[in-house]
């Protein structure tokens, strides 16, 4: 269904903020949480966040042992921009209030505490595991972190239904951005990265690689399996995330993208 339509989900209509509402100041949080937690490292947290605030003209980046819940807390309430976390979460359906993202040094920003924001950002992005997740006992409510989210302001939030790889969640969500930053909707453009990412090539996969990691010595050729065409085929690496929110969240600084000849597509 993905190759034609673009999926989206509202938590319930009565915490959609209204259509129309006027785009708000182009700004950009990046919280990449990927070391010093006590939890399995990401290596492409830091990167992730780096390469999406290169399209925002205003940026605060928070990283690891920067990335607090105060800070994140002060940005969220203040009106308008991107809200991008890079890091690992914590679901717990029993008690969905203290479901939480995992930010520096292992301090946990729960649903709880997110209950009494009153900003509001254009779009919150939650790459991180399972933050699509809501309660055991009400799972048609809006209680989890992109109902609340929403319920706090945000106009959409695009979060996780399971555990998801590192670089892939990279991958997509650095194309996502690039294109929503352009002026795509948001439910099509992860619906474009989405598709992009499941019909990567090795080839491309490789030369992405190459880029994040740098050059490296040369080491003796080895045996090694066969690798896949596509190494992101499979549905769970790359129908993990979801958009939750108002279909017409446009970037708030849409500009046209540029062909290599210079003219605009």
């Given amino acids: 269904m993905l190759d ?12 959609l903020p209204p259509a129309g509402t006027v785009p708000r100041p182009p700004r950009y949080l990046g919280v990449a949480a990927g070391r010093g937690t006590g939890l399995r490292e990401l290596p492409f947290a830091e990167r992730e966040v780096t390469t999406c605030a290169e399209h925002f003209p205003q940026s605060l980046l928070l990283v690891d042992d920067d990335a607090t819940p105060e800070k994140v807390l002060e940005w969220l309430g203040q009106d308008g921009g991107l809200a991008h976390f890079a890091c690992h979460a914590e679901t717990d359906p029993a008690d969905p209030l203290s479901s939480a993202l995992v930010l520096g040094g292992g301090a946990r920003l729960t649903v709880r505490d997110l209950l009494d924001v009153r900003g509001g950002p254009d779009l919150v992005i939650l790459s991180a595991c399972a933050t699509s997740v809501t309660g055991r006992e009400l799972p048609d ?3 989890g972190l992109p109902g609340t989210l929403i319920g706090a302001g945000a106009r959409g939030v695009i979060s996780a239904a399971w555990p998801v790889n590192d670089l892939a969640a990279h991958l997509l969500t650095t194309d996502f951005v690039d294109r929503w930053a352009h002026g795509t909707p948001p439910a099509e453009a992860l619906r474009a990265a989405q ?10 996969l490789a030369e992405h690689l190459r880029v994040l990691r740098g050059p490296s010595p040369a080491s003796p050729a080895t045996a090694h399996s066969p690798t896949p065409s ?10 993990a995330f979801t958009y939750t929110g108002h279909a017409a969240t ?16």
């Fill in 4 to 15: 034609d339509h673009a999926v989206g989900f509202a938590p319930c209509l009565r915490v």
């Fill in 141 to 143: 409510e809006a209680v």
């Fill in 195 to 204: 598709t992009r990412l499941r019909d990567l090539p090795h080839t491309q």
């Fill in 230 to 239: 596509r190494p992101f085929a499979a549905l769970a690496d790359w129908s």
């Fill in 250 to 265: 446009a970037s708030p600084h849409t500009h046209h993208r540029r062909d290599r000849t210079g003219g605009p597509t």
